[in-house]
């Protein structure tokens, strides 16, 4: 549920828009892969009585890669927010 009965106002930190795509593609034993993270705009805490203050929406990009060397030994990275996005998930 959305919306908080008593006020009919959006519940803070809870985006309206979310969106989260991902790819990934193995060759042998080399793995490589991509997220992408979408959020709208929502409402931060404390919650008031006219849903302010908002938290802007933002858009993060990441990439992975790994390598399995055997069973038992795997290397892996991460490189987050490659696009170096000013983003805050909630005031404080």
């Not at 790819?23 to 991509?34: C, H, P, S, T, V």
């Amino acid at each position: 549920m959305r919306l908080i009965k008593k006020t009919n106002l959006d519940l803070p930190n809870r985006a309206k828009q979310v969106v989260n795509l991902g790819a990934e593609y193995r060759l042998n034993k080399f793995d490589i892969g991509a997220n992408v993270t979408i959020s709208g705009q929502c409402y931060g805490t404390p919650a008031s009585t006219t849903n302010t203050p908002w938290i802007a929406p933002y858009a993060l990009a990441n990439l992975y890669a790994s390598y399995e060397f055997d069973r038992q030994w795997t290397a892996f990275a991460r490189w987050n927010n490659i696009f170096n996005s000013n983003y805050q998930l909630t005031y404080g």
